[in-house]
């Protein structure tokens, strides 16, 4: 939950809101073109999510391990 709000205020501070909407505005301005890398961020983290909800025998250090790869990968990419 916690890497979901840091990705939510990189996407918000992206578009360009005030410091006062972000979930953590003591976190530094998002960089140029990480709101991109951010909404990735958080489709792999909602899709790791959604894996472990639908199959309890998923081992959750590997599922989360799989959305950072998945990450790795389309930045190469």
Avoid: W, Y
Wanted: proline share 3%; aromatic share 2%.
């Amino acid at each position: 939950m916690a890497a979901s709000a840091l990705l939510r205020d990189s996407v918000a501070a992206g578009t360009g809101v005030s410091a006062r909407a972000l979930l953590n505005p003591d976190r530094k301005a998002a960089e140029e073109g990480s709101a991109t890398k951010a909404v990735a961020g958080l489709a792999a983290m909602e899709e790791a999510r959604a894996a472990l909800a639908d199959d309890v025998n998923l081992n959750p250090r590997l599922v989360v391990e799989r959305a950072f790869l998945q990450l790795s990968l389309e930045e190469r990419g």
